[in-house]
């Protein structure tokens, strides 16, 4: 299918690690990318190719990938990674977000 | 630095027509491929379509929500992208954002909001 699904939330206190999961059969086949949104700001990159990550994005953001499903990590998350998180992969010609999901650090 | 700024956006009645525009700077426009994403009030974002660069043929794929109603368009001589928007509804309503992904990097424009109501 042409979807990627996410919990719509997740929530963790600071210095714990937050993870957010992705799920869709393209993911078995081709790399997803990890968009963070803070509210009334563009989407930032924070993870490319299943794990990468940009310059300029802290080392405690991480991605990995298994089968049909991605996994963006903050490793002792911190106040401001409170974001809404995106994940986005290729499908045949067209490209797919997956929801969303809202990560609050309290 | 590279810099995406699209303006054009404002309210429309429904049924009605809008042109979009992205005026890029601080790379060769016409090496890369230009997307459009769009976000609805309060909602997730949405994939809208993308056009490929001259190299690959300057095609251009849309998702099924505006294939169809949309156009995406780019003049390399100008570093625009346009995104020509026909037979809007109010479910179009939404902050567009125009987006230049790179293998490494990834780069959006502030965005502009296009309001579909009568």
């Known amino acids: 299918s042409y979807e990627l699904t996410q919990p719509s939330s997740v929530s963790v206190s600071p210095g714990q690690t937050a993870r957010i999961t992705c799920s869709g059969d393209v993911l078995a086949k081709k790399y997803a990318r990890w968009f963070q949104q803070k509210p009334g700001q563009a989407p930032v990159l924070v993870i490319y190719?299943?794990?990468e990550r940009p310059s300029g994005i802290p080392e405690r953001f991480s991605g990995s990938s298994s089968g049909t499903t991605v996994t963006l990590t903050i490793s002792g998350a911190q106040v401001e990674d409170e974001a809404d998180y995106y994940c986005?992969?290729?499908?045949?010609?067209?490209?797919?977000f997956g929801g969303g999901t809202k990560l609050t650090v309290l | 630095e590279v810099q995406l700024v699209e303006s054009g956006g404002g309210l429309v009645q429904p049924g009605r027509s809008l042109r979009l525009s992205c005026t890029a700077s601080?790379?060769?426009?016409?090496?890369?491929?230009m997307s459009w994403v769009r976000q609805a009030p309060g909602k997730g974002l949405e994939w809208v379509g993308f056009?490929?660069?001259?190299?690959?043929?300057?095609?251009?794929e849309y998702a099924a929500s505006v294939k169809g109603r949309f156009t995406i368009s780019r003049d390399d001589s100008k570093s625009i992208a346009y995104l020509q928007m026909n037979s809007l509804k109010t479910e179009d309503t939404a902050v567009y954002y125009c987006t230049r992904e790179g293998i490494t990097d990834d780069y959006w424009g502030q965005g502009t909001l296009v309001t579909v109501s009568s």
């Open positions: 601080g790379f060769t426009f016409g090496d890369y491929a």
């Open positions: 986005y992969s290729a499908a045949d010609t067209k490209m797919v």
């Open positions: 190719k299943d794990s």
């Open positions: 056009i490929r660069s001259k190299a690959y043929g300057g095609t251009t």
